[in-house]
């Protein structure tokens, strides 16, 4: 298995500009979770899916941040209209939730706001 | 909600020496706290975890131990050496109605020096 799949890896656009941020999880995973890495903040949970229904969005900074999953098999988190301040480092994780609870993540995507 | 401190925030020991972060979590129903390590740039990677019903848990030159009375569990790494030089993350997972909650400590820069 290639284990979780973000695209893209680097993304630079313009404050106002609409960002999607993609994830692929490992085939199999049940539960997939979005995370955001700042210095400042460390890694902050944002929101998490069982079975494709999101179970907890309270990391969600603002209405700007959405995220879906429409199947089993892919998830994204859009940031409408992008700010500055969201510029760091959008991880994915997936994990088995039938098997033992260790969460693999993704590469991750380095956003930068301009 | 669940929080988890940990501590210290950078440490620096010479090459051979062991080295311990320490972590404690504030919801007594947490029962699942795995260590993840972060080399810069890359992504975070589980090292080791430990689950509530084991005080210890072994695995070459790591070690967690887990004080579920005082709510707090520790990395342990003996014989250090340059590559275990990255950034260590812990953090505390509790089963809620809906699904598990995953709360990661700051993380703690460890540096080891030739």
């Known amino acids: 298995d290639a284990g979780v799949i973000q695209s893209p890896r680097h993304e630079v656009t313009e404050m106002g500009q609409e960002v999607t941020l993609r994830c692929k999880p490992i085939?199999?995973?049940?539960?997939l979770f979005w995370y955001r890495q700042t210095m400042m903040r460390g890694l902050e949970l944002l929101i998490y899916?069982?079975?494709?229904?999101?179970?907890?969005d309270s990391g969600m900074p603002e209405d700007r941040f959405s995220a879906k999953m429409p199947n089993a098999s892919f998830s994204t988190l859009k940031i409408q209209p992008s700010e500055p301040r969201d510029s760091a480092v959008y991880f994915c994780?997936?994990?088995?939730?039938?098997?033992?609870?260790?969460?693999?993540f993704g590469a991750g995507t380095r956003l930068s706001v301009l | 909600g669940e929080n988890v401190e940990q501590h210290p925030s950078t440490l620096s020991v010479q090459e051979g020496d062991s080295a311990v972060i320490k972590c404690t979590y504030s919801?007594?129903?947490?029962?699942?706290f795995p260590w993840y390590k972060q080399e810069l740039g890359k992504r975070p990677q589980l090292i080791i975890d430990?689950?509530?019903?084991?005080g210890e848990k072994k695995d070459q030159r790591i070690a967690v131990t887990l004080n579920k009375t005082a709510k707090h569990f520790s990395l342990h790494i003996t014989e250090t050496q340059p590559e275990d030089s990255a950034v260590y993350f812990c953090?505390?997972?509790?089963?809620?109605?809906?699904?598990?909650?995953?709360?990661f400590g700051p993380g703690t820069r460890l540096s080891v020096l030739p």
């Open positions: 994780a997936s994990r088995d939730r039938r098997a033992k609870n260790i969460q693999y």
């Open positions: 085939s199999g995973h049940n539960s």
């Open positions: 919801d007594s129903a947490s029962n699942y």
């Open positions: 899916f069982n079975n494709n229904v999101p179970i907890d």
């Open positions: 953090a505390a997972s509790t089963w809620g109605n809906y699904g598990q909650n995953f709360v």
């Open positions: 430990i689950r509530s019903n084991v």
